[in-house]
């Protein structure tokens, strides 16, 4: 079997990962496995594929910039890849994020159509059934249900400048990216999968295979951390993602932090300088670090991890968490609910501080270590990303099975 994965980047970032996770289990069990990407340097896998140059991806943002036709540029570099694709012949092709400025999609789906090959397309967020944005819970926007137009999130990935064509990018969308006839859409989270089935992605069967993180790497880790921030005395509340906007709770932090007692620290990791130098006394602010040793020691010295993210699908962060000892507390938002249960967690309403600020409470009062082994039992049991990652590859050799 030789299956072919496509995504925005090679190993790195979230989905990065995914792709080249499951391409090192198909490589294991001896299968052929490829991915082609269009943006950053490869990492973590052997057969790397590039789809264009810098200057595709170039010239395709300039044409979202300012016509808002995120898509449907590239079609230099997809042409050529697709002819890559002919010669490789893959059994499978395994789409992933196939927005971020490298891809012309309706090329790609007329491809697909005609090849007849059997597809898995992973979504990891709303992009492919809006006309525009990526995720629209911010905003409450119900427009993707029928006919996406007059975007009040132009300005938003990705972002157009200028014109408005979201009403036009969704009809082409829909055309492009329905009659395919040997698709499986797999969503991270039931949420998701809730969505897909309401979108005009509604013909295709749509699984849910939660996302897995390396139990190896992300574990109960010993380090230096309270010391080296003067932490000892202190209840460490915890909030990471890699880029801090008000979308991902950056506000409701800062809010917090005004509500706390002197025992008590907010650590956020993955903020920029600039936006270091505005937290209050009472919030560390630490850079975003790809070292995956020291988010382990950091998560591992928390004694709760936050998750006030406003738009989410299901956020690795959480899992993470979990799989180093840290109890959750996460806002009702997307799929991030999902992630945990009463024994290794809490669910805040939207929005709700005072929610928040009363299960931190809970936690304090009860101690971490109520909830430790509940939280690595959860993340052995469901987020183990051999297993996760494994339940594709029984995927890809059923539907193999079927097509022959």
């Known amino acids: 079997m030789r299956v072919l994965q496509l995504n925005t980047v090679c190993g790195f970032t979230s989905t990065g990962r995914i792709a080249s996770d499951i391409d090192g289990i198909l490589k294991e069990k001896g299968y052929e496995s490829y ?20 200057w595709d991806t170039y010239a395709h943002v300039v044409l979202t910039r300012i016509f808002d036709k995120h898509g449907l540029g590239s079609k230099r570099a997809t042409r050529e890849f697709l002819g890559v694709v002919e010669e490789l012949d893959p059994d499978i092709i395994h789409l992933h994020n196939i927005h971020g400025y490298y891809l012309n999609v309706e090329l790609l789906f007329d491809y697909l159509k005609v090849a007849d090959k059997p597809v898995v397309w992973t979504l990891h967020d709303c992009w492919p059934f809006t006309g525009h944005c990526s995720h629209f819970d911010y905003i409450g926007c119900n427009k993707w249900r029928t006919q996406c137009f007059d975007c009040p999130q132009k300005n938003q990935y990705p972002s157009s400048k200028f014109l408005d064509n979201s009403k036009n990018n969704f009809s082409r969308k829909k055309v492009a990216f329905t009659g395919v006839r040997n698709m499986t859409i797999v969503s991270p989270s039931q949420w998701l999968a809730g969505l897909v089935r309401d979108s ?28 080296r921030y003067g932490l000892e005395d202190k209840f460490v509340i915890l909030g990471v993602t890699n880029v801090w906007t008000d979308r991902k709770g950056l506000l409701y932090f800062t809010e917090l932090a005004g509500r706390l007692y002197q025992d008590e620290a907010i650590v956020l990791v993955g903020l920029t300088e600039k936006q270091k130098s505005f ?67 809490f669910i805040a309403r939207q929005g709700s501080l ?51």
């Open 354 to 404: 005072d929610d928040t600020l009363s299960f931190i409470r809970i936690v304090k009062k009860n101690g971490k270590k109520v909830y430790e082994e509940n939280c690595l039992n959860r993340a052995r049991r469901l987020y183990d990303k051999k297993d996760r990652f494994a339940d594709y590859i029984s995927m890809y050799e059923r539907i193999q099975n079927i097509d022959e």
């Open 200 to 227: 005009f992605l509604n013909e295709y069967p749509v699984k849910v295979i939660n996302n897995g993180i390396d139990l190896d790497l992300f574990k109960p880790a010993k380090g230096r951390f309270r010391k």
């Open 35 to 54: 991915i082609a990407f269009g943006r950053g340097t490869p990492m973590n896998c052997d057969t790397p594929i590039r789809i264009g140059t810098k």
């Open 279 to 345: 937290l209050p006394p009472n919030i560390i602010g630490i850079k975003r670090t790809n070292s995956v040793e020291e988010l382990a020691e950091i998560y591992s010295d928390a004694d709760v991890f936050i998750n006030l993210t406003l738009e989410d699908n299901f956020p690795t962060t959480n899992l993470e968490a979990l799989a180093c000892g840290t109890p959750v507390i996460t806002f009702d938002t997307g799929g991030s609910a999902e992630s945990i249960d009463k024994t290794c967690g």
